[in-house]
């Protein structure tokens, strides 16, 4: 039945045609459901989407706890932009490059973009190590950066290995068109859930036993979901095993510079640095969409120390390359050492300062959590109030936090999480008023479940 | 690939990594490096390279200019929260002030003489990546899509590199004007079928690169009806629809679809910002599908190649600006005619000929009295002898995989006017000299 456009009515209506009726198709990749929009948490965004909570005008929908995002520094970079309108061509002051920005196609990126990229990514790292701007590769986000790595490191039917729990869309960002499969690295509570050698190996094994070829270990350090960094010991244990059987090893740091406490946080690079040879299997991605809040910009890097990687995945950049005029704002604000230098040290008391708040709320609430130092979120216990101790009640549970709490969190089964009732709760993306109304409905629904019981 | 056991290993990496699918090893890109060695400007290096191999408008950007100056309110931290609010929107939707602005911008380009609904714009980074993006969306590994030749030469990349997509050429030739024939579309219809290739569609650009004309009403009307027919997409990539400056009309397959008593549901239009306002930094293009699911499954895979919302915010109150864009349009044709005339002229005086063609950034000039030998050695050597003694680089024919040789996509946009007149100049000297030898030989 093909779908007819009545041009009397001006309206849509069903009607048979001259035509046959067999409807002309699509892909396999455009209609499998690898986009993982089909999730039963799906339901989370609709009720928000549906009964979004505001303070004055709907204080009893819904608070949203499940966005991975940073709001909590922008008047930062306002007020740097009020004193440096040379950075964007729409003033006066950039005008004069507006041409230049606007027909500069080239994939390698402007320099002083890379320069100032690799000089925010030394600073995040207390400059510790060194990066050479001709190895970075301009991505139009993390979610673009990390889909390139795969089609540069694998081939359709290779696996990739990823610590579980992760981020949920990394089953759509590494799989959907590259057709590389995820085998989870599973990582459990009763270590803190830190990787360790002999899950990584198991992993390896599983992916053998199937007959797949295992091309890589993808790590996200700083985690996302725990909120937790991967010690020095973890990260050289990882590129010796990477190294022994021959596979790449990709360090998402998307959260280096979201770190607000201690233990110390290591990057890869600077595991990288003690070697005495240049590794050709390490691959970092960054973006801009966490430690600065910008993913509106589509602002992502892949820094690799393989030269082959860096030349197939610039080229493959066309496909998702950055706005000049994204670049030429960013290359002017991220050289401004001075500004960076006070941005990552403010930006990380801020989350601290939230972190903290939301944690004494846990506290007060009775509700355990993962001892976390990083990104922008925490990872909760939630087990004991769960109604079974398996998926389903963890669906259940989640349930009664959206639709009774009102709170939108992340269930850890979303996460791949081998263990039922650990949650992703945000803290970094609204007021510290709109956190205590959180905080005490949650107080409140975890009170009310243990009574119940 | 064999290791040897030390411990800097040799990890390998993915086929697609090593393959030449890229693209970058043709003489196209050849000539590029050999511009940039030796770069022509008119002070500094007046003998060096002049670049005619980039189809690029470097026409109107004074308007645009003039137009940012009195619009301070497309600046991305113009307001208080605004700079927060784009900072943060990454819905893949885009917003919706934007797409009702291309959209409208889209409609003024074809006349207004149709109708674009918002919601059916799916926003990517460039017109490269809604080619790639539709091809994922519409066809599997080793299915074939027909491409009329010659065509743009960045196709071979866009559109098969990652998607493991065949392009199957649909030959056009000089003998009437390079248009599109139904007897050529169902030869490589045909010939498709023969390599057991599965055909999913037809992907033509309208108006044409490189040959700089548009396709007629019954072209569209036949590749329509031919598309539903063997129940394939048609893909119109008009990238160019508002660099028409002389006729004949211009017609979009929108137009088309609109005459239809059914809604053309494999019918998907390809757009970007790169040429017609020559903002190919800026990495704004569109993906226009009359398929719902098409809409639906681009804009999931647009998660990969989203357009900045800093580019999207200044654009959609450009774009919304009726009256700007009304006269942008019509001031960029009258600057593009122009500069096309000149070079027409110019190729005359040299006794050159080129295909009559009336939009796009260049012209497909036919050098065939030139070349040493009639095939595709005869026109490399060619191609070289300009770009190292006229020190010219333009691109040869068969970059765009034409079928005969001798042929040259010449751009005219991207050039100030005494730049032309000197190419023009080296041209004129060249062909004279060339001639000489040539009729010496004989």
Same mark, same amino acid.
């Given at each position: 039945?093909?779908?007819?456009?009545?041009?009397?009515?001006?309206?849509?209506?069903?009607?048979?045609?001259?035509?046959?009726?067999?409807?002309?198709?699509? &892909?396999?990749?455009?209609?499998?459901?690898?986009?993982?929009?089909?999730?039963?948490?799906?339901?989370?965004?609709?009720?928000?989407?549906?009964?979004?909570?505001?303070?004055?005008?709907?204080?009893?929908?819904?608070?949203?706890?499940?966005?991975?995002?940073?709001?909590?520094?922008?008047?930062?970079?306002?007020?740097?932009?009020?004193?440096?309108?040379?950075?964007?061509?729409?003033?006066?002051?950039?005008?004069?490059?507006?041409?230049?920005?606007?027909?500069?196609?080239?994939?390698?990126?402007?320099?002083?973009?890379?320069?100032?990229?690799?000089?925010?990514?030394?600073?995040?790292?207390?400059?510790?190590?060194?990066?050479?701007?001709?190895?970075?590769?301009?991505?139009?986000?993390?979610?673009?950066?990390?889909?390139?790595?795969?089609?540069?490191?694998?081939?359709?039917?290779?696996?990739?290995?990823?610590?579980?729990?992760?981020?949920?869309?990394?089953?759509?960002?590494?799989?959907?068109?590259?057709?590389?499969?995820? @085998?989870?690295?599973?990582?459990? &509570?009763?270590?803190?859930?830190?990787?360790?050698?002999?899950?990584?190996?198991?992993?390896?094994?599983?992916?053998?036993?199937?007959?797949?070829?295992?091309?890589?270990?993808?790590?996200?350090?700083?985690?996302?979901?725990?909120?937790?960094? #991967?010690?020095?010991?973890?990260?050289?244990?990882?590129?010796?095993?990477?190294?022994?059987?021959?596979?790449?090893?990709?360090?998402?740091?998307?959260?280096?510079?979201?770190?607000?406490?201690?233990? @110390?946080?290591?990057?890869?690079?600077?595991?990288?640095?003690?070697?005495?040879?240049?590794?050709?299997?390490?691959?970092?991605?960054? &973006?801009?969409?966490?430690?600065?809040?910008?993913?509106?910009?589509?602002?992502?890097?892949?820094?690799?120390?393989?030269?082959?990687?860096?030349?197939?995945?610039?080229?493959?950049?066309?496909?998702?390359?950055? #706005?000049?005029?994204?670049?030429?704002?960013?290359?002017?604000?991220?050289?401004?050492?001075?500004?960076?230098?006070?941005?990552?040290?403010?930006?990380?008391?801020?989350?601290?300062?939230?972190?903290?708040?939301?944690?004494?709320?846990?506290?007060?609430?009775?509700?355990?959590?993962?001892?976390?130092?990083?990104?922008?979120?925490?990872?909760?216990?939630?087990?004991?109030?769960?109604?079974?101790?398996?998926?389903?009640? @963890?669906?259940?549970?989640?349930?009664?936090?959206?639709?009774?709490?009102?709170?939108?969190?992340?269930?850890? #089964?979303?996460?791949?999480?081998?263990?039922?009732?650990?949650?992703?709760?945000?803290?970094?993306?609204?007021?510290?008023?709109?956190?205590?109304?959180?905080? @005490?409905?949650?107080?409140?629904?975890?009170?009310?479940?243990?009574?119940?019981? | 690939?064999?290791?040897?056991?030390?411990?800097?290993?040799?990890?390998?990496?993915?086929?697609?990594?090593?393959?030449?699918?890229? $693209?970058?090893?043709? *003489?196209?890109?050849?000539?590029?490096?050999?511009?940039?060695? /030796?770069?022509?400007?008119?002070?500094?290096?007046?003998?060096?390279?002049?670049?005619?191999?980039?189809?690029?408008?470097?026409?109107?950007?004074?308007?645009?200019?003039?137009?940012?100056?009195?619009?301070?309110?497309?600046?991305?931290?113009?307001?208080?929260?605004?700079?927060?609010?784009?900072?943060?929107?990454?819905?893949?939707? $885009?917003?919706?002030?934007?797409?009702? *602005?291309?959209?409208?911008?889209?409609?003024?380009?074809?006349? /207004?003489?149709?109708?674009?609904?918002?919601?059916?714009?799916?926003?990517?980074?460039?017109?490269?990546?809604?080619?790639?993006?539709?091809?994922?969306?519409?066809?599997?590994?080793?299915?074939?899509?027909?491409?009329?030749?010659?065509?743009?030469?960045?196709?071979?990349?866009?559109?098969?590199?990652?998607?493991?997509?065949?392009?199957?050429?649909?030959?056009?030739?000089?003998?009437?004007?390079?248009?599109?024939?139904?007897?050529?579309?169902?030869?490589?219809?045909?010939?498709?079928?023969?390599?057991?290739?599965?055909?999913? $569609?037809?992907?033509?650009?309208?108006?044409?690169?490189?040959?700089?004309?548009?396709?007629?009403?019954?072209?569209?009307?036949?590749?329509?009806?031919?598309?539903?027919?063997?129940?394939?997409?048609?893909?119109?990539?008009?990238?160019?629809?508002?660099?028409?400056?002389?006729?004949?009309?211009?017609?979009?397959?929108?137009?088309?679809?609109?005459?239809?008593?059914?809604?053309?549901?494999?019918?998907?239009?390809?757009?970007?910002?790169?040429?017609?306002?020559?903002?190919?930094?800026?990495?704004?293009? *569109?993906?226009?599908?009359?398929?719902?699911?098409?809409?639906?499954?681009?804009?999931?895979?647009?998660?990969?190649?989203?357009?900045?919302?800093?580019?999207?915010?200044?654009?959609?109150?450009?774009?919304?600006?009726?009256?700007?864009?009304?006269?942008?349009?019509?001031?960029?044709?009258?600057?593009?005619?122009?500069?096309?005339?000149?070079?027409?002229?110019?190729?005359?005086?040299?006794?050159?000929?080129?295909?009559?063609? /009336?939009? $796009?950034?260049?012209?497909?000039?036919?050098?065939?009295?030139?070349?040493?030998?009639?095939?595709?050695?005869?026109?490399?050597?060619?191609?070289?002898?300009?770009?190292?003694?006229?020190?010219?680089?333009?691109?040869?024919?068969?970059?765009?995989?034409?079928?005969?040789?001798?042929?040259?996509?010449?751009?005219?946009?991207?050039?100030?006017?005494?730049?032309?007149?000197?190419?023009?100049?080296?041209?004129?000297?060249?062909?004279?000299?060339?001639?000489?030898?040539?009729?010496?030989?004989?």
């Amino acid at each position: 039945m093909k779908t007819v456009l009545c041009e009397e009515n001006n309206c849509l209506s069903a009607s048979v045609d001259n035509f046959d009726d067999s409807e002309i198709s699509l &892909s396999n990749m455009a209609t499998c459901n690898l986009h993982g929009e089909d999730s039963p948490y799906f339901a989370g965004w609709e009720a928000y989407r549906k009964d979004p909570y505001d303070e004055k005008l709907n204080p009893h929908g819904v608070i949203q706890m499940g966005l991975a995002e940073n709001t909590l520094s922008f008047d930062l970079m306002e007020e740097w932009l009020l004193v440096h309108p040379e950075a964007t061509i729409t003033s006066e002051q950039g005008l004069d490059s507006f041409k230049e920005l606007a027909l500069y196609q080239d994939y390698h990126g402007l320099p002083d973009y890379r320069k100032a990229m690799a000089k925010f990514m030394e600073a995040l790292r207390g400059y510790k190590v060194k990066f050479d701007p001709d190895r970075i590769v301009n991505a139009a986000g993390s979610t673009a950066a990390n889909e390139v790595l795969m089609f540069c490191l694998a081939d359709a039917g290779d696996v990739f290995l990823v610590p579980s729990p992760y981020y949920p869309a990394f089953a759509r960002d590494l799989r959907w068109r590259t057709g590389v499969e995820i @085998e989870p690295i599973h990582c459990y &509570s009763s270590n803190n859930f830190q990787i360790t050698k002999s899950e990584v190996e198991s992993a390896f094994k599983r992916a053998q036993d199937l007959k797949k070829k295992v091309k890589g270990i993808l790590i996200t350090n700083p985690c996302n979901p725990l909120g937790t960094i #991967s010690s020095a010991e973890t990260l050289k244990m990882l590129l010796a095993f990477a190294n022994k059987k021959k596979i790449h090893l990709v360090c998402d740091e998307i959260y280096a510079g979201s770190v607000f406490h201690s233990p @110390e946080f290591h990057s890869i690079a600077e595991i990288v640095a003690e070697e005495n040879y240049t590794p050709d299997n390490v691959h970092i991605v960054y &973006s801009l969409s966490k430690d600065m809040g910008l993913p509106g910009f589509r602002v992502g890097t892949i820094y690799s120390y393989n030269d082959t990687v860096v030349t197939a995945a610039r080229r493959m950049s066309s496909f998702t390359m950055i #706005s000049t005029q994204t670049q030429h704002l960013l290359s002017t604000m991220l050289s401004d050492s001075e500004f960076v230098n006070y941005y990552i040290a403010e930006n990380k008391m801020r989350l601290k300062e939230r972190h903290g708040l939301i944690v004494a709320g846990f506290e007060r609430a009775g509700i355990k959590y993962l001892k976390g130092n990083a990104g922008l979120f925490c990872w909760v216990d939630m087990s004991d109030l769960l109604p079974s101790k398996d998926i389903e009640g @963890e669906l259940k549970l989640w349930k009664g936090i959206l639709y009774e709490a009102k709170l939108n969190i992340s269930p850890g #089964s979303s996460f791949k999480c081998m263990e039922p009732g650990w949650f992703r709760v945000c803290f970094a993306e609204m007021s510290t008023s709109t956190m205590e109304v959180a905080l @005490e409905r949650l107080q409140r629904f975890a009170e009310q479940c243990k009574n119940h019981a | 690939m064999s290791m040897n056991i030390c411990e800097q290993e040799f990890t390998s990496v993915s086929e697609r990594a090593t393959c030449s699918a890229h $693209g970058e090893d043709s *003489a196209y890109f050849a000539g590029w490096e050999e511009y940039r060695r /030796n770069p022509y400007d008119s002070l500094l290096n007046p003998s060096g390279v002049i670049q005619m191999g980039l189809a690029e408008n470097r026409l109107s950007f004074d308007l645009l200019e003039e137009w940012l100056v009195k619009h301070p309110e497309a600046s991305v931290n113009f307001q208080q929260d605004l700079f927060k609010e784009l900072a943060l929107y990454q819905d893949y939707h $885009g917003l919706p002030a934007f797409k009702k *602005a291309m959209a409208n911008f889209m409609e003024e380009l074809r006349g /207004n003489k149709v109708k674009f609904e918002p919601e059916r714009i799916v926003n990517t980074a460039g017109a490269t990546a809604a080619n790639e993006v539709l091809m994922f969306c519409l066809a599997d590994p080793g299915d074939a899509f027909l491409v009329p030749s010659p065509y743009y030469a960045g196709f071979d990349r866009d559109l098969r590199w990652r998607t493991g997509v065949e392009i199957v050429p649909i030959h056009c030739y000089s003998s009437n004007n390079f248009q599109i024939t139904k007897s050529a579309v169902e030869s490589a219809f045909k010939e498709a079928q023969k390599r057991k290739m599965n055909v999913k $569609g037809i992907l033509i650009t309208n108006p044409c690169n490189p040959l700089g004309t548009t396709s007629s009403a019954e072209i569209l009307k036949m590749l329509l009806e031919f598309s539903m027919k063997k129940k394939i997409h048609l893909v119109c990539d008009e990238i160019y629809s508002g660099s028409v400056f002389s006729s004949p009309h211009f017609y979009s397959i929108a137009e088309i679809v609109a005459k239809q008593h059914y809604m053309a549901d494999n019918v998907h239009i390809v757009y970007s910002l790169s040429k017609d306002l020559g903002l190919p930094g800026f990495r704004v293009g *569109a993906i226009y599908s009359y398929n719902n699911s098409v809409v639906t499954a681009a804009r999931r895979m647009s998660s990969f190649c989203m357009v900045s919302s800093q580019a999207q915010h200044l654009l959609s109150i450009m774009l919304s600006d009726s009256n700007f864009i009304k006269y942008y349009i019509q001031e960029n044709k009258k600057r593009l005619k122009e500069r096309h005339n000149l070079l027409v002229s110019g190729l005359a005086q040299a006794g050159i000929e080129q295909l009559d063609g /009336n939009s $796009g950034l260049f012209c497909w000039v036919n050098m065939r009295h030139l070349l040493p030998s009639h095939d595709l050695e005869g026109e490399l050597k060619l191609w070289k002898s300009i770009l190292e003694e006229a020190r010219l680089n333009i691109s040869p024919g068969s970059s765009f995989n034409c079928m005969e040789p001798g042929w040259f996509r010449v751009c005219f946009a991207d050039m100030n006017m005494s730049t032309m007149e000197v190419a023009l100049q080296r041209l004129q000297r060249f062909a004279k000299e060339y001639k000489i030898i040539a009729n010496a030989k004989l």
